[in-house]
């Protein structure tokens, strides 16, 4: 399976942050990039700095996501995400906002992108977990955060059982990173995670599928 000379990729909740760094990134090696975002003034202004293009979309709003639906992307980028607070008995819609932006809104738009990757012959997938959603660290996120990165990281495992021939997927841990979600005293930086990213979204023909990756290494589950 030959990989495009200019994939099309796109980058959920690119204008800022890791996503902004990662389409960058994807940009530089020489991948036409669309990114979303959900506020049209934020979207545009990142656009136009990063060179790309942009599309409105939340993906914790499914008729947001229909405009993407046929178009021919070669890469999926799942990077949004939120951080919702307090406990998840005295804060129960943090717990549904994080299912549904960080696995529903991912299924859905892998469920709409793989069959044209497939039948393109090439498509990589990329999830944006983290160490917070990992059982072997405790599942230490707030509300359900941990829990909504766990089942990105399931998903992510078994997908590759159904998911067409050419088609890899994988997640990863950008670790703690300075970000607005991440905070100004996160000791990563968002090119670092970015480069992590990249790497699995272009990854050779006998590349790993299904993994959990930290570093350029296999994270614990």
Same mark, same amino acid.
């Given at each position: ?6 994939? +099309? &990729? $796109?980058?959920? *909740?690119?204008? @800022?942050?890791?996503?902004?760094? %990662? ?6 090696? !020489? ?79 892998? +469920? &709409? $992108?793989?069959? *044209?990757?497939? @039948?393109?012959?090439?498509?990589? %997938? ?6 917070? !959603? ?79 990756? +930290? ?7």
């Amino acid at each position: 399976m030959t990989r495009p000379d200019t994939p +099309r &990729a $796109l980058v959920t *909740g690119g204008n @800022r942050g890791i996503g902004r760094a %990662i389409a960058a990134a994807l940009i530089a090696e !020489g991948c036409a990039v669309t990114i979303t975002a959900r506020d049209p003034a934020a979207g545009e202004a990142a656009a136009e700095a990063l060179g790309c293009d942009w599309m409105r979309a939340d993906v914790a709003e499914p008729e947001t996501l229909h405009g993407l639906i046929d178009m021919p992307f070669d890469i999926l980028v799942n990077n949004a995400g939120i951080l919702p607070e307090g406990s998840l008995l005295d804060n129960p819609e943090g717990f549904v906002d994080a299912m549904a932006v960080m696995v529903t809104g991912p299924f859905l738009l892998i +469920r &709409a $992108l793989a069959p *044209g990757m497939g @039948r393109r012959g090439w498509g990589r %997938i990329v999830n944006l977990s983290s160490s917070m !959603g990992s059982f072997a660290s405790g599942l230490s996120g707030p509300n359900g955060y941990g829990i909504a990165k766990a089942a990105l990281n399931a998903l992510t495992h078994v997908l590759p059982r159904d998911l067409p021939e050419g088609v890899k997927i994988n997640a990863m841990d950008p670790g703690w990173v300075a970000t607005r979600m991440g905070g100004e005293h996160a000791p990563g930086d968002p090119e670092d995670a970015a480069a992590e990213a990249v790497r699995l979204a272009l990854l050779p023909e006998d590349g790993p599928t299904g993994g959990f990756w +930290r570093h350029g290494y296999r994270a614990e589950w």
